[in-house]
């Protein structure tokens, strides 16, 4: 059984950084891919960054430059840092992890942390 857990979510003012952290736990050493996806209020869900095994980060629409995504070097933990905060960045975070089972691929979500930018 894979769980993806994250923290490091809360309010946070315009303009503040933050550091989201996942950590994997389970049949899940080495995913293949590893990373962050966002759902805003009313919206649905969307790619922030996603890392895979080799090290290649792929960010989504407008998130580079604000966001870093990274892994530790076992590769069961991903985090996301996040600088210059804006109020349209507020969702709930979920973690993402893609693991290869032979050529089966399986894709496993955390339960997500809110993010909230107000003053």
């Known amino acids: 059984q894979v769980q993806l857990v994250e923290s490091g979510g809360g309010l946070v003012q315009p303009g503040g950084s933050l550091r989201l952290s996942c950590a994997a736990s389970g049949n899940i050493n080495n995913a293949y891919a590893m990373g962050w996806y966002r759902q805003p209020p009313g919206e649905g869900r969307e790619m922030v960054a996603v890392?895979?095994?080799?090290?290649?980060?792929h960010y989504g629409g407008s998130m580079e430059g604000r966001f870093t995504v990274s892994r530790d070097n076992v590769g069961n933990t991903v985090y996301l840092q996040i600088d210059g905060l804006k109020p349209e960045d507020t969702a709930v975070y979920y973690c993402y992890a893609q693991k290869y089972r032979g050529t089966i691929v399986e894709d496993y979500w955390g339960q997500g942390t809110q993010v909230t930018v107000s003053s």
């Open positions: 890392q895979f095994i080799g090290g290649t980060a």
